[in-house]
């Protein structure tokens, strides 16, 4: 996925999932595949492998040619008889444990879900256990082939931890490369409903910046005007609170066309409107009537919920598309500011 809204996807380990797990994979290269480096002439012989994987696997010395050890990927391919042994997944580090979840699509190759607030996606420094990982390994036991050689799920985005909305999640090694590759081409719809502070100045538009780490704190993201990443979010604003000239606060609908770490959370306070509640990006304090309203809605994070993601299955080929409404939290917000 971030940090938030999606960052950026994982792609450090895509594999193998129909090949034999923990068995020898016999291939033949023929004398034409001698033009080119070895980790890629096997990456095209055994396609459901990455190159990033093979050239682990090659590394770590699972290539043969001829009954020889190979360990240099990077050398020209030679003609011949290969075997590659491909490891069994290996047990996750994080524990499994029952956290309810709420699935919105399950198959063998993937689990779509509804994340609540205050769950992280993964474990981290100081967040060990009641990640989505750990819930996903109690959930999905027994339906894991495996991603990158490790029995987990395949975290392909993330939302933020105090964001709340629709994830997916990889169960075999060729759904976690398909997603991926979604992912990488931006091949996907992802829209997320935030409640700001003010409104955005021109009621509808798109911010497309460079975003990066924060010079003066390595914890938060911000828009730089060189050495950042590509950011590109689409907004509609969609009902305000107050005067129109001078909001209070506002409904606002955002579509990502990047996903980077924080990415809705530092347009929206760039555009002036930063998400209501937003303990890093929220600086400035609302209005008395939106502080109010805050309180009595409980809401004690930021105001910010992936409310859509639709893409192509990448098994079935199947157009899903998933939407779910904003938790209570920002529901009782809206509501109690007449932004509904």
């Not at 990488?184 to 003010?198: K, N, P, Q, W």
Request: include cysteine; hydrophobic fraction near 40%; proline fraction near 7%.
């Amino acid at each position: 996925m971030t940090g938030d809204e999606t960052s950026d996807f994982i792609d450090d380990f895509v594999t193998f999932d129909p090949i034999a797990e923990g068995v020898s994979t016999p291939f033949t290269l023929p004398p034409e595949a001698a033009s080119q480096r070895l980790d890629k002439a096997v990456a095209e012989a055994v396609p459901q492998l990455s190159r990033a994987r093979v050239q682990a696997l090659i590394a770590a010395g699972a290539l043969t040619l001829n009954g020889q050890v190979i360990t240099g990927g990077s050398t020209k391919a030679q003609p011949g008889d290969y075997v590659l042994v491909i490891p069994a997944p290996e047990p996750a580090e994080p524990q499994a444990e029952a956290i309810a979840l709420d699935v919105l699509f399950e198959d063998g190759d993937l689990i779509v879900i509804n994340k609540p607030a205050g769950m992280a996606a993964h474990p981290a420094p100081g967040t060990a256990s009641g990640t989505l990982v750990n819930a996903l390994l109690h959930h999905c036991r027994g339906s894991l082939s495996g991603i990158g050689g490790v029995l987990r799920p395949g975290i392909v985005h993330r939302l933020d931890k105090d964001t709340s909305g629709v994830m997916v999640a990889a169960k075999s090694d060729a759904a976690h490369a398909g997603l991926t590759a979604l992912f990488s081409r931006h091949d996907i719809s992802r829209r997320y409903v935030a409640l700001t502070r003010g409104a955005p100045r021109a009621f509808a538009g798109r911010i497309e910046t460079l975003i990066a780490r924060a010079h003066h704190d390595r914890k938060k993201m911000a828009v730089v005007r060189s050495g950042g990443r590509p950011a590109i979010t689409d907004y509609e604003t969609l009902a305000i609170c107050g005067p129109e000239e001078k909001p209070l606060a506002a409904r606002v609908r955002c579509t990502l066309h990047t996903g980077r770490t924080h990415q809705i959370r530092v347009h929206m306070a760039a555009l002036g409107a930063p998400c209501l509640g937003d303990p890093v990006y929220g600086s400035g304090s609302p209005a008395l009537r939106v502080r109010e309203a805050i309180s009595e809605a409980g809401l004690t994070r930021q105001a910010l919920h992936a409310e859509h993601l639709g893409f192509v299955h990448p098994i079935t080929g199947k157009r899903l598309r998933f939407t779910v409404p904003m938790p209570d939290d920002m529901q009782a917000l809206a509501e109690a500011l007449e932004l509904v």
